[in-house]
């Protein structure tokens, strides 16, 4: 049972839908297929225009940096994931100021008021929606929100790659939304989609930057169902089919579902001892502090098969992430917390008496 924060399973329909004869890209078949996803993207995004690239999600962040940053990019880092924003500012000698914060805690509104009042050569803002190093939320919306009061013009890049499709995030003050396909969309690892704004269009229209990741010629050629270079076929194809399940469950459905399974996966964790990492958690996953980490990860994998996720860096060892992307299956959210504490009860920990099952099926299915 794979219950890593990404990747996350292909679902059977997925795997059906890309297990046909590869097509060419330049035909009017392939067209059809890219503007019915390239559709649904547009709705799920609730965003004005939407990127569809060849490359894993660190393609996309590094495609924002290079086409929206003129003058100077601020950076919020409360994990690996932010922290990788500034690195990529540093591969391409783009100027960046950074606000680190400890991977349990979400970056300040007021701190970063002051960063973007304090400098007036800042243009552009990264951030994640969820932080995924720590498990993390986040103020994305009310940050862009007081950025913009300031500066209007200053991007606004929210990196959502374990947020869109996990929960509603509002647009209305972002100007570049991150994704990938091997997180909440469940697809094997491969392609990232960027939703833009009517503003950050503009931006990237009145200055083409780059060749491969050239966000201006995505966009000429994304508007007529094409992409500047060899489309993703195979994936584009799952990617579509993936869209269409998530409009027929419909999106708040799935959003009320993911956080009604994060929501009894802390409840049930907190029951039998545990503690929650990040001050204010994502839905997209759960992430428990524990110095027994290792030990309890490895027997959910060899004895019970649950295979989650642990720490990286000064967390090796220290956290365990279970995900809640995608279409979870609801008994398997709980045996997840099920096999956890018979885990606990083998380690000498606590004494296996049925909590967190209890604590789960409390507050998923009654709402306790
Ligand atoms: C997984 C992830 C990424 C990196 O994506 P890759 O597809 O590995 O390049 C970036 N940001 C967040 C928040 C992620 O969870």
């Not at 392939?30 to 060849?54: H, P, Q």
């Not at 991977?103 to 008021?113: G, K, L, R, Y």
């Not at 009517?198 to 009145?206: L, R, S």
Request: glycine share 6%; with cysteine.
């Amino acid at each position: 049972m794979l219950l890593t924060p990404g990747p996350t399973p292909v679902p059977e329909f997925a795997r059906k839908a890309m297990s046909d004869i590869t097509i060419h890209h330049r035909t009017k078949e392939f067209e059809a297929i890219f503007e019915k996803t390239r559709k649904l993207l547009l709705e799920i995004y609730n965003m004005n225009e939407v990127l569809i690239l060849a490359s894993s999600g660190t393609g996309a962040m590094e495609a924002c940096i290079t086409n929206l940053t003129r003058t100077k990019a601020l950076t919020i880092n409360s994990g690996k994931f932010g922290e990788r924003f500034g690195k990529i500012c540093k591969a391409f000698n783009i100027e960046y100021t950074e606000l680190k914060q400890e991977w349990d805690t979400p970056a300040c509104v007021e701190d970063v008021v002051n960063a973007v009042k304090n400098d007036k050569n800042i243009d552009s803002l990264f951030i994640q929606v969820c932080e995924s190093a720590g498990g993390l939320r986040h103020p994305v919306e009310e940050i862009a929100k007081e950025v913009k009061k300031i500066n209007p013009n200053i991007m606004i890049v929210a990196d959502g790659i374990t947020a869109l499709g996990v929960e509603k995030i509002d647009t209305r003050n972002i100007d570049a939304l991150i994704t990938g396909s091997q997180k909440a969309f469940m697809l094997p690892p491969g392609i990232a989609m960027i939703g833009l704004s009517d503003k950050a269009v503009a931006k990237i229209e009145e200055k083409p930057a780059g060749y491969y990741f050239n966000l201006a010629s995505e966009i000429k050629n994304q508007k007529k169902n094409t992409t500047a270079y060899t489309a993703a076929t195979t994936l584009i194809i799952g990617l579509g089919a993936i869209l269409e399940k998530f409009k027929e469950i419909g999106f708040d459905n799935l959003y009320n579902q993911t956080e009604k399974r994060a929501k009894a996966t802390q409840e049930a964790l907190k029951a039998i001892g545990f503690k929650i990492y990040p001050k204010v958690p994502a839905n997209a996953m759960t992430t428990a502090y524990t110095e027994q980490s290792n030990e309890i990860r490895k027997i959910l994998k060899t004895k019970y098969n649950v295979d989650i996720a642990g720490g990286q860096d000064h967390l090796a060892g220290k956290i365990f992430r279970i995900n809640h992307m995608g279409l979870v299956e609801d008994f398997e959210a709980s045996w997840a917390v099920n096999a956890t504490e018979l885990v606990l009860d083998e380690l000498g920990i606590r004494t296996f008496d049925g909590t967190a099952n209890r604590v789960f099926a409390e507050t998923f299915y009654k709402g306790n």
